[in-house]
C-alpha cells in the first residue's frame, strides 16, 4: 500500500493525500512511515494482497 492509498483509507481528500504523500517522499520519510500534522504513521508497505483464507 502506498502512502497515498493509506491517506485515502484514512478520510483524507485526493490533493491532501496527495500533498502529504509529497512532502514525506521530499523529506525521506522511511517508506513504511507517514508523517502528518503531529502524527506518525506506520502503514505495511507490501506489494502483495494479503492471503485469502480457505472456506
Known sequence: MT???ALRRLGLDPLASAFVAF???LFNVPNNEIHFMHMVIEIDNED???PKEAP
Open 3 to 5: 502512502r497515498y492509498q
Open 23 to 25: 512532502f514525506n517522499w
Open 48 to 50: 502483495e494482497p494479503a
